[in-house]
């Protein structure tokens, strides 16, 4: 379950889940926000460095590849929204 209302938390199974840091939970928000729908490398880059000088096209695979392990590691196999 993720909570994007006040504090960003992700929970499974009643335990609270480290997502990692600030750059990978903007990632991990988008991807969120965009639910269902294809994400390219270069809107992530956009939305989660806005202003910001764009990392290289690998950061943003590092980041999608930590977050398929976090996953992974606590058996997650439904992603839910709580409002």
Known sequence: ???LFGPFEVWHDG???EPGDLQQRYVLVILLLNANR???R???QEYVWRGQEQPR???VTSYI???RKVFRDTGM???VIDK
């Open 1 to 3: 379950m993720f909570r």
């Open 77 to 79: 196999t439904e992603v």
């Open 42 to 44: 270069e809107y992530l």
């Open 65 to 67: 590849a930590r977050l």
């Open 15 to 17: 335990v609270q889940v």
């Open 38 to 40: 294809a994400v390219s």
């Open 57 to 59: 096209s690998d950061v």
